[in-house]
Structure formats: structure tokens, C-alpha cells
Nanobody, 119 residues
Framework: QVQLVEAGGGLVKPGGSLRLSCAVS????????LGWYRQAPGKEREMVAV???????NYADDVKGRFTFSRDNAKNTVYLQMDSLKPEDTAVYYC?????????????WGQGTRVTVSS
């Protein structure tokens, strides 16, 4: 069982920045898909940024240019740098690792970290 632990959420003013981290209990070096998702109140969970071994990094249109996905293989940790935050970025952010396939070879989620953007 792979465990993922997110951290870094909190309350930030519009225009501010946060960096989320996700510590993974196993090596991420060869994992197929590493991603960040979010779920705002009353809404479905949505993709924010996803790294795929075969396709690079993709971002949701509304975060492009503001959010940056990164990874540290030595620490088995993935990050989401969030800049120029907007109130509409308020959500619980979840980290995910998954394998290719349908259904995925593996599919694990963290517990989520809450981000609130408000003045």
C-alpha cells in the first residue's frame, strides 16, 4: 500500500503563493503518473497538474502560467508551486500516483490539504 501525505495548505490572500508537497512512501522514479487534483466545495474533483512518463506535464487551463509541478526523486516528493492565487483556487488539493492501464495498475491518493484564498 503506497501512502501519500500532503502538506503546505493554508490561508493566503489573493495574489499570494503557496507550495504544496506530497511525500510518497515508495520511490516515485518509475511511477507512470504523478498528479495534483482539487475539489472545491460543491464541485467535482478536477485535474490541476499531471505528470505522465509518456507525455510530460499537463496543466488545467485556469492554472497555466501560475502553478508549477515539480518532483524530487531523491526525496520521493512531488510539489505544486502555486503563485498569483485567486479566490477560485480555494479547494482541497489531493496528490495522486497511478499506473497506466484501464483500470490503472495502481492508484493511490493522499488525504488532501486545504487551500483557502481570501482577503
Amino acid at each position: 500500500q503506497v501512502q501519500l501525505v500532503e502538506a503546505g495548505g493554508g490561508l493566503v490572500k489573493p495574489g499570494g503563493s503557496l507550495r504544496l508537497s506530497c511525500a510518497v512512501s515508495e520511490t516515485i522514479f518509475n511511477m507512470d503518473i504523478l498528479g495534483w487534483y482539487r475539489q472545491a466545495p460543491g464541485k467535482e474533483r478536477e485535474m490541476v497538474a499531471v505528470f505522465s512518463r509518456n507525455g510530460g506535464t499537463n496543466y488545467a487551463d485556469d492554472v497555466k502560467g501560475r502553478f508549477t509541478f515539480s518532483r524530487d526523486n531523491a526525496k520521493n516528493t512531488v510539489y505544486l508551486q502555486m503563485d498569483s492565487l485567486k479566490p477560485e483556487d480555494t479547494a482541497v488539493y489531493y496528490c495522486n500516483v497511478a499506473g497506466y492501464g484501464n483500470p490503472p495498475k495502481y492508484d493511490y491518493w493522499g488525504q488532501g490539504t486545504r487551500v483557502t484564498v481570501s482577503s
